[in-house]
């Protein structure tokens, strides 16, 4: 069948679904703004920042691995938005929700071009808009900047790899590429369009046997085929070098745990409007009920058994989204489930194109593929009794309401379980508040309930907290005071539980210094990084120190007076050394070493 310009350009000209697709899609614009307008920055979200507000915009920064990750593009608009609207989430959030309504759009571009202009295109729409699959990765930051452009560049490369399937025109093959390679810069798991590509040519644009199929494909598409390949191989080279991170486990994950959770609870209730319900437990999980897991699988299984019974050529459409499902388990299993359980794959941003996937194979399903060499016929005894225009408006509503409560329901657990948000106004809040300026504090790392530590130094205080300009600094020493931030974000007092204690001194005041340097033991030998150590001491008048402790030396302004002094050490150390400048009597009464805490803490 030959290719008309309406399939090419589908969105082209004047037609009533055209008109109610964009209604809809404005919709879910309207929607979509509301529930990111009101969510915030979390957890890599502050490794992003951290990164971008330290490093130089260097291809060594852009083309670093992150968890696995390779993404320069991802990091390069992290970078710019960092550098310019750190911490306001007003500036952020706008590029998340340009993308999400930019593969609306592409999908709808999509659908008409592959089923042409009939109702059944909105009910597909309305499942691709409403489904909470794509909800998770659509709110979160760090999770956005590599999914959503994967799901542009599947609606886009695919809509042009259907116009070059059907014309063989060589700008068709160009723009597939093109949209893929624009994936690929955010996020390596866009290589699975390449799969897609494979499917729906094999499945779709030829026929016979597997090998006749590709040596079909091979005769008329030979090019593209090539240029395909050199894309896809040069990528995954690029990968291997920057991007790939290998984590091996001292256990195997076991495949059937994580299928379950991620294809038999959340894939199997998202995919119809579930799952109504959600836990938190280190992450936001779908928490069906027993009866939406029964309703789920019984409503999927009507759904491939309605189109197999009164079709041919059905059972093909599945495999666009079990290739997908078969990708994300693997992955996971081998990324993810190793580190933290199966239990991840109840996340639906682990498998966010599920939902673009779901809704394409089922149009394939039931829908003819314009253009195509092979596709879906009814049979001649066909009972379409199930298939009228209000059965399938009514399922297409009930779906739409269940999908959007519960992506309600997920908004609203997500926003009150972000700590971050009053973590930060108390930072921000206690660091002006303090009466000294800059207020002088031990260079932590945030709470684990705000950020990993797993990228330490990323995340320390003086890495993330760097855009906000706080009137604070992190000194290498500090007399009388040291302050640390309390897992509430508030600034406070630093206390030093007693970790390592100076032995008794041989002088009446403990240990007498003067230029010579004098050795000063602990009770036990000190290894690794984080210490901090208290020196209590009386100087007849102010005077210079030098202090040599583990890796570090300290020349220190030491007051006149009783003080005490604060200073950092890492290493292994059983001691530390300690000298004046000029021969002024100093004491060091005694010195506490331990892992800075806030004083409510204690």
């Given at each position: 069948?030959?290719?008309?310009?309406r399939?090419?350009h589908?969105?082209?000209?004047s037609n009533?679904?055209?008109?109610?697709?964009?209604?809809?899609?404005?919709?879910?614009?309207?929607?979509?703004?509301?529930?990111?307008?009101?969510?915030?920055?979390?957890?890599?979200?502050?490794?992003?920042?951290s990164?971008?507000?330290?490093?130089?915009?260097?291809?060594?920064?852009?083309?670093?691995?992150?968890?696995?990750?390779?993404?320069?593009?991802?990091?390069a608009?992290?970078?710019?938005?960092?550098?310019?609207?750190?911490?306001?989430?007003?500036?952020?959030?706008?590029?998340?929700?340009?993308?999400?309504v930019?593969?609306?759009?592409?999908?709808?571009r999509?659908?008409?071009?592959?089923?042409?202009?009939?109702?059944a295109?909105?009910a597909?729409?309305i499942?691709?808009?409403?489904l909470?699959?794509?909800l998770p990765?659509s709110?979160?930051?760090?999770?956005?900047?590599?999914q959503l452009?994967?799901?542009v560049?599947l609606?886009?490369g695919?809509?042009?790899?259907?116009a070059?399937?059907?014309?063989s025109r060589?700008?068709?093959?160009?723009?597939?590429m093109?949209?893929?390679?624009?994936?690929?810069?955010?996020?390596?798991?866009?290589l699975?369009?390449?799969?897609?590509y494979?499917?729906?040519?094999?499945a779709?644009?030829?026929?016979g046997n597997f090998?006749?199929?590709?040596?079909s494909?091979?005769?008329?598409?030979?090019?593209?085929?090539?240029?395909?390949?050199?894309?896809?191989i040069?990528y995954?080279?690029?990968y291997?070098?920057?991007?790939?991170?290998?984590n091996p486990?001292?256990e195997?994950?076991?495949?059937?745990?994580?299928?379950w959770?991620?294809?038999g609870?959340?894939?199997?209730?998202?995919?119809?409007?579930?799952?109504?319900?959600?836990?938190?437990?280190g992450?936001?999980?779908?928490?069906?009920?027993?009866?939406?897991?029964?309703?789920s699988?019984?409503?999927i299984?009507?759904?491939v058994?309605?189109a197999?019974?009164?079709?041919?050529?059905?059972?093909r459409?599945?495999?666009?989204?079990?290739?997908?499902?078969?990708?994300?388990v693997?992955?996971?299993a081998?990324?993810?489930?190793?580190l933290?359980?199966?239990?991840?794959?109840?996340?639906?941003?682990y498998?966010?194109?599920?939902?673009?996937?779901?809704?394409?194979?089922?149009?394939?399903?039931?829908?003819?593929?314009?253009?195509?060499v092979?596709?879906?016929?009814?049979?001649?005894?066909?009972?379409?009794?199930?298939?009228?225009?209000?059965?399938?408006q009514?399922?297409?509503?009930?779906?739409?309401i269940a999908?959007?409560?519960?992506?309600?329901?997920?908004?609203d657990?997500?926003?009150s379980?972000?700590v971050a948000?009053?973590?930060?106004?108390?930072?921000?809040?206690?660091?002006?508040?303090?009466?000294?300026h800059?207020?002088?504090m031990?260079?932590?790392?945030?709470?684990?309930?705000?950020?990993?530590?797993?990228?330490?130094?990323?995340?320390?205080?003086?890495r993330?907290?760097?855009?906000?300009?706080?009137?604070?600094?992190f000194?290498q020493?500090?007399?009388?005071?040291?302050?640390?931030?309390?897992?509430?974000?508030?600034?406070v007092p630093?206390?030093?539980?007693?970790?390592?204690?100076?032995q008794p001194?041989?002088?009446?005041?403990?240990?007498?210094?003067?230029?010579?340097?004098?050795?000063?033991?602990?009770?036990?030998?000190?290894?690794?990084?984080?210490?901090?150590?208290?020196?209590?001491y009386?100087?007849?008048?102010?005077?210079?120190?030098?202090?040599?402790v583990?890796?570090?030396?300290?020349?220190?302004?030491?007051?006149?007076?009783?003080?005490?002094?604060f200073?950092?050490?890492?290493?292994?150390?059983?001691?530390f050394?300690?000298?004046?400048t000029?021969?002024?009597?100093?004491?060091?009464?005694?010195a506490?070493?331990g892992?800075?805490?806030?004083?409510?803490?204690?």
């Amino acid at each position: 069948m030959r290719a008309t310009i309406r399939d090419i350009h589908p969105i082209a000209g004047s037609n009533p679904i055209v008109g109610q697709g964009l209604v809809l899609i404005a919709l879910y614009a309207v929607f979509r703004a509301w529930g990111l307008s009101g969510a915030w920055y979390v957890s890599d979200d502050f490794a992003f920042i951290s990164r971008a507000a330290h490093d130089d915009f260097t291809l060594k920064y852009l083309f670093e691995s992150y968890g696995g990750h390779l993404m320069p593009a991802g990091f390069a608009v992290t970078w710019l938005l960092t550098r310019f609207s750190a911490f306001e989430w007003s500036a952020w959030w706008p590029v998340l929700w340009v993308l999400q309504v930019l593969a609306a759009i592409g999908m709808l571009r999509l659908l008409l071009s592959m089923f042409g202009r009939t109702r059944a295109v909105l009910a597909l729409l309305i499942g691709y808009l409403t489904l909470v699959i794509t909800l998770p990765a659509s709110i979160w930051y760090a999770a956005g900047i590599n999914q959503l452009p994967l799901q542009v560049a599947l609606v886009f490369g695919l809509h042009a790899h259907l116009a070059y399937l059907r014309t063989s025109r060589r700008r068709h093959m160009v723009a597939a590429m093109a949209w893929t390679v624009f994936g690929l810069s955010f996020y390596e798991k866009t290589l699975l369009v390449f799969v897609v590509y494979l499917i729906v040519s094999v499945a779709w644009f030829a026929t016979g046997n597997f090998a006749e199929r590709i040596q079909s494909l091979w005769r008329r598409f030979r090019e593209g085929i090539i240029v395909y390949g050199v894309v896809a191989i040069g990528y995954l080279a690029l990968y291997l070098k920057f991007g790939v991170a290998i984590n091996p486990s001292s256990e195997d994950t076991a495949l059937s745990p994580v299928a379950w959770t991620l294809i038999g609870k959340a894939f199997s209730t998202g995919a119809v409007g579930g799952p109504l319900s959600w836990k938190l437990d280190g992450g936001l999980l779908a928490h069906p009920s027993d009866l939406v897991l029964l309703v789920s699988w019984l409503a999927i299984g009507l759904l491939v058994a309605g189109a197999h019974r009164t079709r041919v050529r059905s059972l093909r459409a599945w495999t666009l989204i079990l290739s997908g499902l078969f990708a994300n388990v693997m992955l996971i299993a081998s990324a993810r489930a190793n580190l933290v359980g199966p239990n991840v794959g109840l996340e639906y941003r682990y498998q966010t194109e599920s939902a673009a996937l779901w809704v394409l194979s089922l149009g394939l399903a039931y829908l003819p593929l314009l253009g195509a060499v092979e596709t879906v016929e009814l049979k001649e005894d066909a009972d379409l009794t199930y298939e009228s225009p209000a059965i399938i408006q009514a399922v297409t509503v009930v779906v739409a309401i269940a999908a959007t409560y519960s992506s309600v329901q997920w908004l609203d657990k997500w926003d009150s379980s972000n700590v971050a948000v009053k973590y930060f106004q108390n930072v921000r809040g206690s660091a002006a508040a303090m009466p000294e300026h800059p207020v002088p504090m031990a260079d932590l790392g945030l709470p684990v309930q705000i950020m990993w530590a797993f990228r330490y130094p990323e995340n320390t205080y003086s890495r993330v907290w760097k855009p906000l300009n706080l009137p604070v600094s992190f000194p290498q020493y500090s007399v009388d005071s040291l302050y640390v931030a309390d897992n509430d974000g508030k600034i406070v007092p630093a206390v030093l539980p007693q970790a390592r204690v100076i032995q008794p001194g041989p002088d009446e005041c403990g240990y007498k210094i003067k230029t010579a340097v004098t050795r000063i033991p602990f009770d036990a030998p000190v290894v690794g990084e984080g210490w901090w150590v208290r020196m209590d001491y009386l100087a007849e008048r102010a005077v210079t120190a030098n202090v040599y402790v583990g890796n570090r030396h300290h020349r220190m302004d030491l007051p006149a007076g009783l003080h005490a002094v604060f200073f950092q050490t890492d290493g292994e150390f059983d001691a530390f050394t300690i000298s004046t400048t000029e021969d002024s009597p100093l004491c060091v009464s005694n010195a506490v070493l331990g892992l800075p805490t806030p004083v409510e803490m204690q």
